[in-house]
């Protein structure tokens, strides 16, 4: 099976600008979560979709937002940009059912704010 | 609220010796606890997990050892080679309803020297 993809891989925005990044997960899986990664603060939970609908929150302002469609792929979108929000965002795909709730990541979208 | 806490931060090892990374968690509800291998520019990969129904749990020269009653879980690497130098997260969920939401510790930076 193919894993985790996520687009674009790399993004240069400037701040006060809004940008959204696609994660596809592995074929079959339903749970999305996404995360922020950087040195300071580590890998922080910003949400997770289930079949369309937010799961989980994690403790980020409103601009972080997300959505997740019928065949699974999901987008988050950050508005307003901040010089802050520089950072690796990674999605993750989990079968979450049955058995099998282990997570798998994609590469992650390197977004870097000026 | 909830927290992982990991130690160390560092850890050296000459190759053929063992490693050994801790974490505490807070949330008694947690009962999953992933570990994950991140290698420079590369995504999180999934190396071992254990359960709360389970005190150890080995997969050749990896094993994890989970004491629910000191909300502790630890990552014991054995024969360490110079390929298992990487990043290494732990990280806290709660298994089946809430699994989405994984709270990572802040990682070990594990240098194995030849």
């Known amino acids: 099976k193919a894993g985790v993809t996520q687009t674009p891989r790399y993004l240069i925005k400037t701040r006060g600008q809004q940008v959204t990044l696609s994660c596809s997960p592995i074929s079959g899986h339903r749970s999305v979560s996404w995360y922020q990664q950087t040195p300071g603060q580590g890998l922080q939970f910003l949400f997770e979709y289930f079949s369309e609908t937010q799961r989980n929150k994690g403790n980020f302002p409103g601009r972080f937002s997300g959505r997740q469609f019928s065949n699974s792929r999901s987008e988050m979108n950050v508005s307003t940009l901040e010089l802050g929000d520089s950072a690796l965002y990674l999605c993750?795909?989990?079968?979450?059912?049955?058995?099998?709730?282990?997570?798998?990541f994609g590469p992650g979208t390197r977004l870097t704010v000026t | 609220g909830e927290n992982v806490e990991q130690h160390p931060s560092t850890l050296s090892v000459q190759e053929g010796d063992s490693a050994v990374i801790k974490c505490t968690y807070s949330d008694s509800a947690s009962n999953y606890f992933p570990w994950y291998k991140q290698e420079l520019g590369k995504r999180p990969q999934l190396i071992i997990d254990i359960r709360s129904n389970v005190g150890e749990k080995k997969d050749q020269r990896i094993a994890v050892t989970l004491n629910k009653t000191a909300k502790h879980f630890s990552l014991h690497i054995t024969e360490t080679q110079p390929e298992d130098s990487a990043v290494y997260f732990c990280?806290?969920?709660?298994?089946?309803?809430?699994?989405?939401?994984?709270?990572f510790g802040q990682g070990t930076t594990l240098q194995v020297k030849p």
């Open positions: 993750a795909s989990s079968l979450a059912t049955g058995n099998s709730y282990e997570q798998y």
């Open positions: 990280a806290a969920s709660m298994y089946s309803g809430n699994t989405g939401k994984l709270i």
